[in-house]
């Protein structure tokens, strides 16, 4: 084989020696970054693990832990989660009726609690001498409950069992509660049923009581007045219609610019005229009819009356029978299916001459003079009212159901709802508008029940979509039947209403609400003691 020319070979030496020299620099370099990065671990870890974090601080504050507590041998540790699991035994034991386990199971919880609480006294941790007793003492009962098959599985469904049992008795409490409260809501009270008696015989026993045809012809006069503030109230209830009145005179800059008009029915009507014709209100005039006066509310003109003849609607809410279930109390409310109640849609043909009415709810109290509202601009809607929508639970889907077509097609589910009890209607505004012939088209498609259950507010959200101007919040607080009033809205606010069960004349009216509407009723009036009124 031939030998290569000298300038062809291999520098092997040479080549040799630059692999090996870059392999030393970068082995050296290599071990310079390892040391580098060691020592900023071992200074970082320095910086990050000197104590625990404050945030870690404040946790062991709030859930009172010491020290001790937290080191991985503590024994006041494991006494507590002992103390923890043998509490969750004791309620399975005692739901077993075996009340002999139970007790030592309790005794040994108390010494262990007392072991605790010695140890927290003396500010000294636990040693392992003064509490290996009580640990071996509840591991064997522990250890017991075990074997009696108190296991973990076994606790976690008698537990469930019990949490269901729990909430079932509760949902029971809970509808008696309602059913009841329900009941005594409308129940008439002693007193009221005497009052109306004695002031019916007073009616009819005493000529004095006839107005005279000067004061009459005054009266009648001042009813149509398109000048001066016109209020309805329609109601059975003397006594809250009274305060109703009573107030609004009481905090009325004008009262003699105050015209009450009052619908009551047949029953009450003589009760009723009697009262407001022996008492005087600071010069408001007070006007009372009854309902049966009015030839035009029959079953051929109003739905709801034509539905109350229906034998299927009369079944449903007086016999409470309603697809083999029982329908509940609320829905039977007589004063849902009363026309006093449905009046409210009819305000038009019930006052044919007036422009403006304030129509009030026999449940509240009027504590500022209310005179601005009918000067109030309602930018061309027929209804003023106060809207209730700061909580989800007070909108459109609330009250009306969205499954049905009609509804979804033509009504927002997040549209704020409004109280009824102080509204301002433009009667105008109302019979151009032609709204009592809306309120019939939505009662017509409910003749089922399927729009909306029960009341007056629902088919009112239906009937005012669209026609209704949001008034100051001030002017109508809500809530003084059933639930707590901010201070600051009872001080400012103008009409206080005693909505819900709650009301102030009934025994479980709310106590400390029960002074705003007790100010406005003369207890000292003869009628009123004799029959108990206190």
Partial sequence: MRRRNSDFRRPVRRRFSNVFWLTVCGLAILLLIILLSRETRDSSSRLVYPKRSYRH?????????????????????????????????????????NLQFAWELSAQIHNSQMLLSNAASRRNPLTNGESESAIRDMALLLYQAQQLHYD????????????????????????????????????????????????????????????????????????????????????????????????????????????????????????????????????????????????????????????????????????????????????????????????????????????????????????????????????GNVNGAVETCMETFHRYHKYLNYSHPLIRQHFDPDACGWAFGMNVFDLVEWRKRNVTGIYHYWQEKNVDRTLWKLGTLPPGLLTFYGLTEALNPLWHVLGFGYTNVDSKLIEKGAVLHFNGNSKPWLKIGIEKYKPLWDKYVDYGHPLLQQCNFH
């Fill in 57 to 97: 601080d404040r946790i062991a504050d709030g859930l009172n832990i010491t020290e001790e507590m937290l080191r991985p041998e503590s024994v006041a540790r494991q006494i507590n989660d002992q103390i923890s699991l043998a509490k969750a035994i004791l309620v399975i034991a005692k739901e077993s009726n």
């Fill in 152 to 379: 973990s599985a076994t606790m976690f469904m008698r537990l469930k069992a019990k949490i269901q049992s729990l909430d079932e008795q509760t949902n029971s409490f809970s509808e008696k509660s309602s059913k009841y409260g329900q009941i005594a809501a409308e129940e008439v009270p002693k007193s009221l049923y005497c009052l109306g008696v004695r002031l019916t015989a007073e009616w009819f026993r005493s000529s004095n009581l006839q107005r005279k045809p000067k004061e009459e012809k005054q009266a009648a006069a001042k009813l149509v007045d398109t000048g001066l503030y016109h209020f309805c109230v329609f109601s059975d209830n003397i006594l809250a219609t009274s305060v109703v009145v009573n107030s609004t005179a009481m905090n009325s800059k004008n009262p003699d610019m105050v015209v009450f008009h009052l619908i009551t029915d047949e029953v009450n009507y003589a009760a009723m005229k009697a009262w407001f014709t022996m008492n005087t209100f600071r010069g408001v005039t007070v006007d009372v009819q009854k309902i049966e006066d009015f030839s035009w509310l029959n079953a051929s003109y109003v739905p709801v009356l034509k539905q109350l003849q229906d034998s299927d609607t009369q079944n449903y809410y007086f016999s409470g029978n309603h697809e083999n279930s029982q329908t509940p109390i609320k829905f039977r409310n007589p004063k849902y299916l009363s026309m006093l109640n449905h009046l409210r849609f009819y305000i038009p043909e019930v006052f044919p001459a007036l422009k403006k009415v304030v129509f009030l709810d026999d449940d509240v109290v009027v504590q500022k003079d209310l005179s601005a509202l009918f000067s109030t601009d309602l930018n």
